[in-house]
């Protein structure tokens, strides 16, 4: 649901609307072979340490970041993308904190964290939904955009320090949770900070044109 939610917002910048064929396959193989590392629990050393675990979650999210922004055209894309589609693309993070709140009520996930998670999960969302729809309208849109970005940013790292310091050793490193950790939080986190990158030079180009005129 999160690869045809990410490929349709980024269709919405596409004068054609058609999906990418070429991103959705890129998504899916990785889903393929993290479904089968994980699986399969070949992935990781089944006891991997939690500062070695933490490690690899950050080396997860530079590679992505040198894909984003090293492949001519995916950074396209990414760049192309308005403000609206990039806080529009956080909105699914409500279905992936309902699930925690879901696993933490079946006992999938220790309860304090599933409910924490999952309501700060759906938080992010929400926020980036608001964000998008008034960024063109509001003149708070702005700083909207901004509480949006940063609050999303905080929830993931917080997440990923927690499941990999804390409860790795309970949750083990082929838990569930770990389709989230190496699939959409790296890209959730690199639509935040490109997000925040346009803001500040939009701000610089407002400021240009203030000085001109």
């Known amino acids: 649901m999160?690869?045809?939610?990410?490929?349709?917002?980024?269709?919405?910048?596409?004068?054609n609307g058609k999906l990418s064929i070429g991103l959705g396959t890129g998504m899916l193989v990785w889903l393929g072979v993290l479904h089968f590392g994980l699986s399969t629990k070949s992935l990781f050393p089944e006891d991997i340490s939690s500062i070695a675990f933490l490690i690899i979650i950050f080396i997860a999210v530079g590679a992505v970041g040198a894909l984003l922004l090293l492949v001519k055209p995916i950074r396209d894309k990414l760049v192309a993308l308005t403000q609206k589609q990039l806080l529009l693309l956080q909105g699914v993070r409500v279905f992936f904190g309902a699930n925690f709140l879901m696993q933490a009520s079946l006992g999938?996930?220790?309860?304090?964290f599933g409910i924490l998670d999952?309501?700060?999960?759906?938080?992010?969302?929400?926020l980036g939904l608001i964000a998008a729809f008034t960024l063109a309208t509001d003149?708070?849109?702005e700083r909207r955009a901004w509480f949006a970005n940063i609050f999303g940013v905080v929830d993931i790292l917080v997440v990923a320090s927690t499941l990999a310091?804390?409860?790795?050793?309970?949750?083990?490193?082929?838990?569930?949770m770990m389709y989230a950790v190496f699939l959409p939080a790296p890209l959730w986190l690199w639509f935040h900070l490109v997000s925040m990158w346009k803001l500040?030079?939009?701000?610089k180009q407002t400021a240009t044109k203030g000085s001109q005129a």
């Open 200 to 203: 500040v030079q939009n701000k």
């Open 108 to 112: 999938g996930l220790p309860q304090t």
């Open 139 to 141: 003149k708070d849109g």
């Open 165 to 176: 310091i804390i409860l790795l050793p309970t949750l083990t490193p082929f838990h569930p």
């Open 118 to 126: 999952g309501w700060t999960h759906i938080a992010a969302g929400f």
């Open 2 to 15: 999160m690869i045809i939610y990410t490929l349709w917002v980024i269709s919405l910048g596409d004068k």
